[in-house]
């Protein structure tokens, strides 16, 4: 219901957790226009309020307009990617607003309130060139040279009311001489006031020096950020011209090839070399692709994503560990298989170690996270250990039985599966272990690991990276796609990290990082509660300053030269006896 008793066309916005923006935003009057007055809101300069920086980063070029119409204000969207949201739900077009509507731009967008009227002396008027050319900034500093001179003025008003009262309650008892004496006093008074006044001008003047370079600096690194994307682009265009022009030639030559009656071998190998370069020519044109979309889509206010791209390249260097425990007879070199024998009711199953049947194996998935271009991989222990299972205790209980763990491990968005061996194991109670791969041209790598990382303070956002459920979670077809989780630090209690995030089994492993892609810790656990279910919006990780314990691995012993024999020596070395060997070695 509208109110009665506010005045005719006294509407107005109040910016509601938009800090620096005056409070209540006043609607222009554009002579000639339809409407009596009019308030056009986005991130482009020619907006009447031009809301730049990170801040806004689900407000358009041109958001929403606001416009008097007679008594009442209305709120048109301009098209915007976010919508203009009334309460709370998206209106279609326009809508005229009520005293005490909540506006706000996009889902997550600023706010403002629909307010009426108030005093002259508590409006704070804001030139529309000045909000346009310097934006939010420029508001925020303007409002606060207009508070820092209005407590300058009173304290120096106070300062001289204080001193003059004062003098008149001394200058009625006072000789001449100590009437002097206060004067200058009180002259002196004066003078510190103002030399203190001055002293925070000053002050003020550097701050305000200091925040513009820092801001030349901000705009610089975003255009910068915005030239190399189009570097990239023009670079991505030049090679897909190139390989283009590649897979031509090649198709030209296989021509040329079959009409001159090439052998098979011949044609096999430049048929192979033209799908490779088929391949590549593919892959280049998906980085086209995503090139252009990040130009196309590149916002110099949105710099969240920038600030992401850290993680985004840490997710490339999480692998999917296959973990694969088989029953060794050490006496015959064979695995244990299993045999079905007979049929119907009758139908049993024969363990055997003659091939027969299917091979028996416990499979068992984790993750883990390429740290060195070496082909070093660090995870859990516990991933890569023998599952501490009954069944597998009774079957590997004859003392010629071992358990034979076989690793491999599948890069995040492939199906190649790398075979992997375990180097170290923390010891102690840190559950960590570092394996390796033979590395391979292109192989994911996280630049610049280090283990000095401290967890960030709790309440901080942080990324966990796996695969949850390993096989059992939904992939595209053979190829492996991992998981990211975005939380928050809860606490660090008893050496561990609690995180508050999806963490679920086949993320152990995983790497945990803050929001800017350092590597602060590895999923390790998750929460489990009184009956002994999985909690699993809760998990647990190892701080990776304990990865000190396997990181780095010791360097591969040095191959020395042997010793050079006199020949004259050797006869009588022939004679002695041959040193003892402990029992047991090989």
């Known amino acids: 219901m509208k109110d009665p008793f506010v005045p005719k066309a006294a509407l107005r916005l109040k910016p509601v957790d938009v800090p620096g923006f005056p409070k209540p935003l006043d609607l222009s009057v554009t002579p000639g226009a339809a409407t009596e007055a009019s308030l056009t809101i986005g991130r482009d300069d020619d907006n009447d309020v031009a809301l730049k920086g990170g801040g806004f980063p689900s407000v358009s070029t041109h958001h929403a ?12 969207d301009l098209d915007s990617k976010n919508g203009v949201l009334v309460g709370g739900e ?58 820092r001179r209005t407590t300058r003025l009173i304290t120096l008003l106070g300062v001289v009311v204080g001193l003059a009262i004062g003098f008149i309650v001394w200058d009625r008892s006072a000789t001449r001489e100590e009437q002097q004496s206060r004067d200058l006093a009180y002259e002196d008074g004066i003078r510190g006031a103002s030399e203190q006044i001055a002293a925070l001008e000053a002050r ?38 190139a390989r283009s022009e590649d897979e031509q030639a090649l198709v030209k030559r296989i021509a040329g090839l079959e009409q001159t009656g090439a052998s098979r071998e011949v044609l096999e190998r430049v048929e192979r070399d033209l799908q490779s370069a088929r391949t590549e020519i593919t892959k280049t044109r998906d980085d086209l692709t995503a090139a252009r979309r990040r130009v196309d889509l590149f916002d110099p206010v949105n710099l969240a994503q920038a600030r992401l791209s850290g993680v985004s390249q840490v ?40 091939d027969a049947g299917e091979e028996f194996s416990i499979d068992s998935t984790g993750s883990g996270f390429c740290v060195h271009p070496d082909g070093w991989i660090i995870t859990n222990a516990h991933v890569v250990a023998s599952p501490n299972t009954s069944l597998l205790r009774e079957l590997s209980s004859p003392s010629f039985i071992d358990q034979k763990v076989e690793l491999n491990v599948v890069f995040s968005g492939t199906s190649t ?20 791969i033979e590395p391979f041209e292109g192989m994911p ?70 929001s800017s892609g350092r590597v602060v810790g590895v999923v390790v656990s998750v929460q489990a509660g009184p009956d002994r279910e999985a909690v699993y919006t809760i998990g647990y990780g190892i701080p990776i300053a304990d990865a000190n314990t396997i990181w780095p691995p010791p360097p591969p012993p040095t191959e020395t030269a042997p010793e050079e024999v006199d020949p004259g020596e050797s006869e009588e070395a022939s004679e002695e006896p041959p040193a003892a060997t402990p029992d047991g070695d090989k």
């Open 445 to 514: 790598t996280l630049e610049g690991f280090e283990t000095t990382a401290r967890p960030p303070v709790p309440g901080s956002d942080i990324y966990l990276f796996g695969f949850p459920l390993g096989h059992l979670s939904v992939q595209e077809g053979e190829t492996v796609i991992a998981s990211t989780f975005r939380g928050i630090l809860s606490r660090n209690v008893g050496g561990q990290m609690q995180v508050d995030a999806g963490v679920h089994p086949g993320n152990s492993g995983g790497p945990i990082t803050d």
């Open 90 to 147: 998206p209106i279609v077009g326009e809508r005229e607003l009520q005293l005490g509507d909540q506006v706000r731009l996009g889902a997550v967008g600023p706010k403002f309130l629909v307010v009426g009227a108030r005093g002259l002396k508590e409006t704070v008027f804001v030139k529309r060139e000045v909000v346009r050319k310097g934006g939010k900034r420029e508001v925020e500093k303007m409002v606060g040279r207009a508070n």
């Open 417 to 436: 599966r790398y075979p992997a061996t375990v180097h170290a194991v923390a010891e102690g109670e840190i559950d960590l272990a570092l394996i390796k």
């Open 204 to 241: 003020e003047l550097q701050r305000d020096q200091e925040a513009a370079i820092l801001e030349a600096k901000r705009v610089e690194q975003i255009a910068q950020l915005e030239a190399n994307l189009a570097t990239r682009t023009a670079e991505l265009e030049v090679t897909l011209a």
């Open 65 to 76: 307009r606001f416009e008097l119409r007679g008594d009442a204000l209305w709120v048109v």
């Open 315 to 354: 997710r490339s260097s999480v692998v999917l560990i296959e973990n694969e425990v088989k029953i060794l007879n050490r006496d015959l070199d064979k695995t244990m298989h299993l045999e079905a024998v007979g049929s119907g009711e009758d139908r049993t199953v024969r363990p055997n170690y003659e």
